[in-house]
């Protein structure tokens, strides 16, 4: 017999950005940190796991090839995984023995890995969810989020759609360490999402090893999680509470802002934005001040690729200023952060 479950994840974009590991082989965050669901139209990973008593070993394979899953992170999801199968066929010996079979994991992105778009955390989390659901077990999708973490950070926060906050947590097992749902995507059904493909190169520095460098030599960084973010949560989740466009785009700005700087504080500097990154920000300072008010907000993550948060009333406004800065962009992705969306890549 082979036993077979699947499931689909979707992509994450940070408002409030994890960056820094108070334990790196836990993947326990220095700072909670608050992103934005990507509506599964356009960006998501759809993962099938499948067991059987003939599979020998654990694969994965991923766009269709093979993936390597020797490394610890991949394998401390498996094991968390199995241990909790485990548990329920102790307990119960009339179920299959799964948690003893080979697991063969298929994922598909429905997105260019290539453009660098968080791919990491969808992956992650349909992993974790895909094996869940095989294994048929009864943990809620913050108790999965715990697993996803140890795969990925950010991938804890992809286990939810919508508005989801990851708790640092301060228990040293991390047991407390998981993604929370602070409002469905129903919430602000006219949130929309622009992603501007300005490189699909592969980043230069891995936010696993940057946030390791930061962490090691910032002086920035100390006073961002000791003050600024915790501040930037609190005033986030207000925003989003209150559906105060203008108040979760100041802070979405200036969170993106205060992460690359504590990049370029980083000794030696971390630097992920270019000239065209650069631009991108100067057309949404432009687009709000021609507007007189704040319309859209710019977010970037470990890359130079930029993602625009704003309102489907000033799609128009929004939409038409940025084909005037498109020039070196090689693609762009328009979506909402829930439903409907149109994809030219
Ligand atoms: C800048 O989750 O990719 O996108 O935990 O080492 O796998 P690891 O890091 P990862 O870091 C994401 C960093 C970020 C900000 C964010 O998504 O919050």
């Known amino acids: 017999t082979v036993y077979r479950a699947s499931t689909t994840a979707p992509v994450n974009i940070a408002v409030v950005k994890y960056w820094g590991k ?26 099938t796991a499948s067991c059987a008593a003939a599979f020998g070993g654990d694969s994965l394979t991923l766009n269709g090839e093979l993936s390597d899953i020797s490394g610890a992170r991949t394998q401390a999801c498996f094991r968390e995984l199995r241990a909790r199968r485990a548990a329920l066929e102790a307990a119960d010996p009339s179920l299959p023995k799964l948690s003893a079979m080979g697991l063969k994991l298929v994922s598909e992105n429905n997105f260019p890995t290539a453009a660098g778009l968080a791919s990491s955390a969808a992956g992650f989390a349909a992993l974790v969810q895909a094996i869940a659901n095989l294994y048929e077990l009864p943990d809620t999708p913050a108790q999965l989020s715990i697993v996803a973490r140890q795969g990925s950070g950010s991938a804890c926060r992809s286990l939810f759609g919508g508005y989801v ?6 228990k040293e097992d991390g047991s407390d360490s998981m993604a929370d749902l602070v409002a469905p995507a129903s919430h602000w059904p006219n949130m929309r999402a622009l992603i501007l493909v300005v490189s ?18 910032s002086g920035l960084f100390q006073q961002r999680i000791a003050n600024i973010v915790p501040a930037n949560m609190a005033t986030m989740e ?6 105060d466009f203008a108040k979760f785009a100041e802070v979405t700005m200036r969170e993106s802002n205060s992460f690359h700087a504590c990049c370029a504080d980083t000794y030696p500097p971390i630097f992920y934005m270019n000239d065209i990154s650069k631009a991108a920000i100067r057309a949404v300072e432009s687009i709000n001040a021609k507007a007189g008010k704040t319309i859209a907000a710019y977010t970037f993550d470990a890359g130079p690729n930029c993602v625009v948060y704003y309102l489907d009333e000033e799609a128009p406004t929004v939409l038409g200023a940025f084909s005037g800065v498109l020039g070196g962009v090689t693609g762009w992705k328009e979506g909402s952060a829930g439903v409907k969306s149109s994809v030219r890549l």
């Open 165 to 170: 906050a990851w708790r640092m947590g301060d």
């Open 238 to 243: 207000e925003a989003i509470q209150r559906r």
């Open 22 to 47: 108070r334990d790196p082989k836990l993947n326990l965050p220095t700072n909670s940190s608050l992103s934005v669901t990507l509506s599964q139209a356009d960006l998501r990973t759809l993962t």
């Open 200 to 217: 699909a190169a592969k980043k230069g520095v891995s936010s696993t090893s940057g946030m390791q460098q930061t962490v090691a030599t």
